[in-house]
């Protein structure tokens, strides 16, 4: 068993078996000394520390230091969790039995859970033209948890490049500050943290797709698994409206299955959604260039070089990275999926806990790069 250290508390007591112990700090996640008790015999106090013996995951990570007191050096020092369970107990009945204690301490540096979305804005592209057509801002992303990028199903890294609008519009009379905090201005949103929240969208936004007739986005199948496993009926989400811009013909979409449920930013610590003066409705969805976007962000996995830009490099790279995303954020936090109904009209209700995108200007961003490679 697992108990807090010091005082003998019940209340916090965990099984110790090869399930908890293949992820330590999922088992306990609060950083803080706890004691492992042996056959659960009476606790017997502990003298001066003298000998720390850190356990460590597949990666060689730390995830738990077991520290005793007056021993000699008979234990190996680095255990391995390819066989966690049996190596474990054989550690703790060999430490019993040479030095006749029952507890040892745990200590547990457990994370904070946070995911972070991280962009970090690149290049801005300003070609010279009257419609402001192709102008763009291109940023890399990567999502990380606890300071580690996530992995996808295929042990990927979830990063890639995200697509917006270019940050000033010159037709404007307005700042490029003052330009980002008011709505209709077609640009970028200002650099700082957001929240995101989970909302039913109308049939003239932007959508969840969740399956292709040509079945190249392989993330689609694993997006609606994830979303099957939270015992949602999805065939019953799905749009059959004849008059939404996703099912007609002459459109550049998917002709395929697609859920009216996005994902849209907040400012942080704000309940409602407004950025700046009057910006709302900023969404993480797909999309090839900046023109599918007046302020929403746009992944992709990949770019290519076209029309004096870069853009997504083809429809499969922007999906597969929006699926990867939506997939990480469900599972990260599904009950704030499943409040999607109630983030419309009250966005703290379906707001993703422990979750913010960070945007950032770190440097100077570079306005039209050099040549293409």
């Not at 995303?325 to 009209?345: M, R």
Request: aromatic content about 8%; glycine content about 4%.
């Amino acid at each position: 068993m697992i108990v807090e250290y010091g005082e003998r508390k019940r209340d916090k007591v965990f099984k110790l078996d090869s399930l908890s112990l293949s992820n330590p700090k999922e088992m306990i996640k609060e950083s803080k000394e706890y004691r492992i008790e042996i056959d659960s015999l009476p606790p017997i106090p502990l003298a001066q520390q003298h000998y720390t013996l850190n356990v460590l995951d597949s990666k060689n990570d730390i995830v738990a230091t077991i520290t005793n007191h007056n021993t000699q050096n008979i234990i190996n020092p680095e255990i391995l969790l390819d066989d966690r369970f049996s190596q474990f107990a054989d550690i703790l009945l060999q430490y019993k039995q040479s030095f006749g204690f029952d507890r040892v301490r745990l200590e547990v540096e457990g994370g904070t859970g946070l995911m972070v979305l991280e962009v970090v804005r690149k290049w801005e592209y300003s070609p010279n033209n009257e419609d402001f057509k192709y102008w763009a801002t291109i940023s890399e992303f990567s999502l990380k948890l606890d300071d580690e990028i996530v992995k996808d199903s295929e042990g990927k890294d979830i990063k890639g490049y995200i697509i917006e609008p270019a940050g000033y519009n010159p037709k404007k009379s307005r700042t490029a500050e003052e330009q980002q905090k008011i709505a209709g201005g077609d640009i970028r949103i200002p650099a700082g943290e957001y929240e995101v929240f989970w909302k039913k969208s109308n049939i003239d936004s932007p959508a969840l797709m969740a399956e292709n007739p040509n079945n190249k986005e392989r993330y689609l199948d694993d997006l609606q698994k994830t979303m099957k496993n939270l015992n949602i009926n999805i065939e019953q989400l799905y749009c059959n409206i004849a008059t939404c811009k996703h099912n007609k013909d002459n459109r550049k979409t998917f002709g395929t299955k697609h859920i009216h449920i996005v994902p849209q930013l907040k400012p942080k610590n704000s309940k409602n959604s407004v950025i700046g003066t009057s910006r709302n409705g900023i969404l993480i969805h797909y999309g090839d260039t900046g023109e599918w976007s007046t302020g929403c962000l746009l992944p992709t996995n990949e770019l290519k070089w076209k029309k004096e830009r870069w853009i997504a490099k083809d429809r499969n790279s922007t999906v597969n990275a929006v699926a990867k995303l939506y997939i990480t954020l469900i599972e990260h936090d599904t009950e704030s999926f499943k409040n999607y109904a109630l983030g419309t009209n009250n966005p703290s209700k379906s707001t993703i806990k422990n979750f913010i995108i960070k945007i950032q200007e770190k440097d100077k961003i570079e306005s039209y790069p050099p040549e293409k490679e």
